[in-house]
């Protein structure tokens, strides 16, 4: 394959390309993984102008209508559209029941999207380089706009609020009157709290809903990096359309404002520090995986089984072994 | 200190020179460090026959309650008893409001126990390295039962499933019918699943909650180590201390049979070499973290931040100065 032209095809936007590109990255065969590391180092400065939109939710928040809602309206104002998945769930048990592509039908047949499902048989840290890398390639094919959703399992909303600009919470309006035990974490980490759902016979519960959620974010701390209003909470009908103008409108003011005081740049290069240090822990713990290092690790454990060694003696052992290179 | 002496009143069973061991290894002080090294090899040997129980449940469960029973009823029989708590909620916020102490009153009083309140000011790798020793310690000082206590937020289940022989989950009743939102995993780590609170107004909701429990158990799989009738749920109230003697019997069958099985010894060996793998994981992540590590971790993060090197490639470059052995 020629990477050199395989960027230069992706900078022209060419959507096939993107998807071979995506597919290389989420290969895990040595020499692709090297072909990716040619193709990142090739594409990461051409990040371009787009907006990178974190979003999570519980399951049945209704996520993907969201998504599709949200997408279709800005294609309409003439914007291209990336949706990418993170789903821990599917890392863990090895593929997701329903396909993401399936879930967002209207929106992956207009030719101004892009949807691509979550990767399968990955654990959390690789599905979060692959996604992360992913979201550099649709940078660089000039995507306006990114949308990164999680449903919120383990650490994954972590690893998507490091891969976006803004981030959004969707919410079901809850039948009762105490927030739905959204973990404080995510709260902290939501520039806006969407509460969905807010037609029919739910729209008073979303706008209780609503209240709750306007008073539990201002007794967050004020956070640096949030402009007057923000976060705020708004409720909105995916099923309705309503609320997505001013949802997006709430965003691209949150943008201009963040640009404005040097924000952007300043989360952006952040984020790049955050990547290079948890992809060093990484190859740090990566060094136990070689099949060199197993062996060795095999012998070693067994003399802790048998009560030889201590274990802390055996890491003394195994960490000689590992910074010998003997296990490269 | 002198360290084979201090060694030596433990293995005596000398309370003073346990407690001085213990703080020894929650020191982190670098020559502290050096002589729990020493401490430990001296030690590690002397497993001794004490059974070491795990012990989890939600904050409400009634876990200190019940310590204090099960400990006292222990201690009729003519027992020693060792109480140690891990406690990832204050290794978080950086201290626990109420001290362990504090909420086993009668217990800390006791000669033949000894109640040690969690660590402060560690992470939970940190407590959980700790807590692993001293339950060494108190191996080697004799105590025939250990029980290690946790609130089971993140990992922490996970780390005192290895550090003990038998599992208990302690469970309050529910007020409606279905599973408190008990995670799964923790279910497959419990050998006794404990419905507390099993008194009062609360007694029909603890027998309906134990059935619960009863059932889904049975749907999870067959372990290899589970005796016949094991794991199994039943109700106890640690307030009227009814139920405790059926726990302790409990225990000691399924005790008994694992260590016909010869079980015993093998989830023990396979605990060492689980440790001695964690340690090395610690170890690894650990060479991120010297001063000189942290200055070359800054450069190398400014020109990543600017853009001037992919996350990957800087990562290339940290493990070739890690490796060179520079930041030691």
């Keep these: 394959m020629n990477i050199a032209e395989l960027a230069n095809e992706i900078r022209c936007g060419d959507r096939r ?6 597919t290389l990255i989420e290969s895990s065969r040595a020499d692709h993984r090297c072909q990716s590391l040619k193709l990142m180092e ?19 928040s209704g996520k993907s209508t969201f998504i599709e809602s949200l997408g279709m309206m800005l294609i309409g104002k003439g914007l291209r559209v990336m949706v990418l998945a993170i789903d821990p769930s599917s890392a863990y048990s090895g593929g997701s029941i329903l396909g ?3 879930r967002m039908d209207r929106l992956s047949r207009e030719h101004a999207a892009f949807v691509r499902p979550s990767p399968n048989n990955a654990v959390l840290g690789g599905v979060a380089r692959r996604t992360r890398e992913a979201v550099v390639l649709g940078q660089a094919a000039g995507f306006d706009v990114i949308i990164i959703e999680t449903v919120g399992v383990g650490q994954s909303e972590t690893v998507v609020s490091e891969l976006s600009d803004i981030f959004l919470l969707l919410i079901a309006p809850a039948s009762g009157d105490e927030l ?5 974490g995510i709260m902290e980490l939501a520039d806006l709290v969407l509460i969905n759902k807010a037609d029919g016979d739910l729209e008073l519960a ?9 008073s539990a974010l201002r007794l ?34 949150l943008t201009r404002w ?21 992809e060093l822990r990484q190859q740090l713990l990566a060094q136990m995986g070689t099949t060199k290092a197993k062996v060795e690790l095999a012998r070693v454990g067994d003399r802790v089984a048998l009560g030889e060694l201590t274990p802390m003696n055996a890491v003394e052992e195994m960490m000689t072994y590992l910074r010998s290179g003997s296990a490269l």
């Design 17 to 22: 390309a993107l998807a071979r590109g995506i």
């Design 42 to 60: 090739l594409l990461h400065k051409a990040s371009g102008s787009s907006i990178r939109i974190g979003l999570t939710g519980a399951p049945g």
């Design 100 to 102: 993401d592509k399936t």
């Design 180 to 184: 739905q035990g959204v973990k404080r």
């Design 206 to 214: 979303a706008t209780r809903t609503c209240t709750d959620y306007a």
């Design 220 to 253: 967050l701390r004020k956070r640096l990096g949030d402009a007057d209003g923000f976060p705020k909470a708004v409720t909105i009908s995916a099923l309705e359309e309503r609320g997505f103008e001013d949802v997006w409108s709430g965003i691209e003011s």
């Design 258 to 278: 963040r640009q404005a005081q040097g924000l952007w740049d300043q989360r952006r290069a952040g984020q790049l520090r955050y990547w290079f240090e948890e």
